[in-house]
Structures are given as C-alpha cells and as structure tokens.
C-alpha cells in the first residue's frame, strides 16, 4: 500500500514461474479499492493489462522496446498498453515515466528492502511449503511494526 507502506498481498514461487503468471492471486487477496497498479516490463503482456482493469486500475507498465500498437481499429476503446506505447512513443521513455507516475513502484521495492533488512534475505525453513508460511508471517510483523512505529508525518504551516 502507497500510503501505509504495508504489505498487501504476497505469492511465494519457484524460480520457475514469472511475476506476470501470479499478478491475479496478488491482487485477489488485496480487498480495498486499487488505484494503480505499476510493474516493470516482466507485467507487459495481455493478462495483466486485462486483470488490472478487472479490478478498475491503472496499469502503468512500460511496454517493452519491441512492443507494437494491438487494437489499431479506431472504431474500438483504445487499451489500456497501447495508450502506454502511444505515449511512449509521443514523449520517450523518460518522460512517460514521470507523467505516469511510473517512479511510485519503488515504494514497493522499499517494502521489500525494509523486509529482507529486518528479517534477512533468506529464508531459513528448508521445505517450500514452510518456507511459504515463513515469509507470510514475516510480512505479518513487518506490516504490525508499520502500524505501531511509523510516525504519521504532516505539513505544519508556519
């Protein structure tokens, strides 16, 4: 979550399988309303455009440099990936991620950081299944550390 800097939802995998074949299983264990939900080029295909507007996000997701213009039939709602790639190739890469507010995914790296800082960067259970159960309950108490120390910060007029 942007605003709180917790852990919403979280998928434990093989090495095998890639972050755009478990998006949906995140975002289904996310209740509240989604605003935006932002990934790096790994997200660029169909299904995760298509889940995301499921749920009534924004995808902001950079198309990767061979990506090409899908839905060219001007008679039909433009999606989502190639008003991306439209604006892609109008402004460049640099300028789209700002406009897009492609920078707010490094909160979700900062969460991840925070999490492996506090807890390590392995997981000591030597089965998946418990190594599973390891990193659900890491996320736990990170997400109650949040709730009990982070300070609620404000602007103060002078």
Known sequence: DEGSGEILGAVVTTNDVADCEVLPDILEQIEQPIEQVSGDGGYDTKGCYDTISQRGAKAIIPPRSNAKIQQSNNEAQPHPR????????????????QESGYHRRSLSETAIFRLKTIFGGKLRR????????????QCAALNRMIQLGKPNSYKVEA
Do not use: P, S, T, Y
């Open 82 to 97: 190639d008003k991306n790639l439209r604006r892609v190739n109008q402004v460049g890469r640099k300028q789209w991620k």
């Open 126 to 137: 030597r089965f998946f299944d418990n190594q599973a159960v390891e990193l659900f309950l």
